[in-house]
């Protein structure tokens, strides 16, 4: 033993300390602690619900955007011809009408693009015109609001279901706020499990934490070894629940397609990959391991502050 | 006192300047013992490179004694002083270093069954930040000289417990810990592993290591003569 037991301070001792990797890995046995079974199940199981209610979210947003982008107009009311004089008289007799915020014709490009995916490209095609009516507040009666305008515009064809869309439009934008509001909530669930989960792992290796604490380990290397295990089993399981999640969003996606005039599909890779938001999806098992790490940090250097 | 430059620690090792411990009562605890002092006026200091026994029947207060020379323990009166350090008015975060500077034996070992023997007396290496393939020479040498190199791969339980009890004196050491603390380290030994490790710790102490043996065993102590810290009832005996 050469040197063994010298009087010298270790030259070691003053060392910033790490737990290594390698042989003796795991000193504090948190893979028996921290089995791979609890904590991934229940990362997969808050990422599986916190994808489904961010991918209805940005569904929602996307369909109050394509609808309100669509309907630009609350009202729609056509003329037979496009016989400017004939145009301008029904666009002052409507500006007539109590709550009417805006009245135009619509234009010709965005017309012939709306009717594109129906009619194709036909430059030839007479087209009618329309007049786009836009009211705040909103007409509590609609069909009430299509016969005042038959009276002062004789010959038009009132279309009101912009109404509608606007109404949608409101619904989608509550629906794409209660689905982040239960993502939070998702978040704070996992939070709680994954403490428990914690405080069961620290118990179980109680002994084994005084040991370590007594051989000159800090709550640093300790809360780091608990919090590295715990990340990894978040983003495992984190993963897996991103993956399962995955083709359940991708049918929401394809219905909101069809909602929004998509044809229907029938190869994987027609499937409306693109429609999903990526850059947030995949930001979840990251944001969900990145949980999982402060919580434990947090639980361990907590618990470990009754050590002296 | 402060260490040397050199990391030589000069001078007085650990001082006791009218120390108590009291333990703090559990919630809801209706024990009337607990809560009392177990240590009362301690008063003493143990000069660098010396070897001394604690001795004192069961419950005198050893292993409090013990814990606070360990800094597992703070003192509730009075003033604990370890390799320089003041361990009452230390912050936490200063403790860890100093704990790095001081070996504990146990009377159960307290080895990491999940661990090999090995990995055991590497643990505090690993802990200090040495690498993997610096350490391997200092832990084989640790196991060669606790004649423990065949068992380097054995687990805990399938050692005996003299085996134990030496794969713990090469983890207390394996540090160079410029102090020694053992805790009934014989207890559960027979006469020929008590000898074994005995010798181990005097080795160490001719090494120049400050070494505190506490034992209940006064045949222990005739066996090994030396000076001797003797409590009772949680004061120390002149």
Known sequence: MSET???????????????????????????????????????????????????GAFGARALALRWQEGAAAAVTVQLPDMDQARVARALAALRELPDLVDARPMDQARMAALLRPWLGEIPALPLPAILELRFDPLPDNPEALALRIISVVPGAAVETQGVWVARMVALATKVQQTALVAVLLVLLLAVAVV??????????????????????ATDGEIAHRFAGRVALLCVLGALAGLALALPTLLAFSGLAGSLMGRMPVSRLAELPWRGLPWPFLLALPVAVAALGWATAQLTVRGWLKRLP | ????????????????????????????????????????????????????????????GKSSLLRLMQLAQRPTRGEVEVLGVVTSRARRSELPAL????????????LLPHLSAFDNIALPLRIAGRAELALRADVTEMLRWVGLEPKAESLPPELSGGEQQRIAIAR????????????????????VQSRRVLSLLQEMHRMGTTVVVATHSDSLVSAYPGPALRLADGRLER
């Open chain 2, 99 to 110: 704990r790095r500077r001081i070996g504990v034996v146990f009377q159960d070992f307290r």
């Open chain 1, 5 to 55: 037991g010298k009087f010298t301070v270790s030259r070691w001792a003053s060392r910033r300390p790490v737990l290594r990797r390698g042989r003796g890995r795991d000193p504090l046995g948190l893979r028996q602690a921290l089995p791979g079974v609890l904590l991934p199940a229940v990362a997969l199981a808050m990422t599986l619900l916190a994808t489904l209610a961010l991918g």
């Open chain 1, 195 to 216: 403490t428990v989960g914690i405080r069961a792992g620290l118990s179980a290796r109680q002994d084994v934490i005084a040991i370590l604490h007594d051989l000159g």
């Open chain 2, 1 to 60: 006192m402060a260490p040397g430059a050199a990391g030589l620690y000069v001078g007085r090792m650990v001082r006791f300047t009218s120390v108590g411990l009291r333990y703090a009562p559990p919630a809801g605890s209706s024990d009337p013992g607990v809560g009392q002092d177990v240590l009362s006026n301690l008063d003493f200091h143990l000069p660098a490179g010396s070897f001394h026994w604690l001795t004192g029947p069961s419950g005198a």
């Open chain 2, 172 to 191: 207390a050491v394996v540090m160079r810990p410029a102090l020694l603390l053992a805790d009934e380290p014989t207890g559960n030994l027979d006469a």
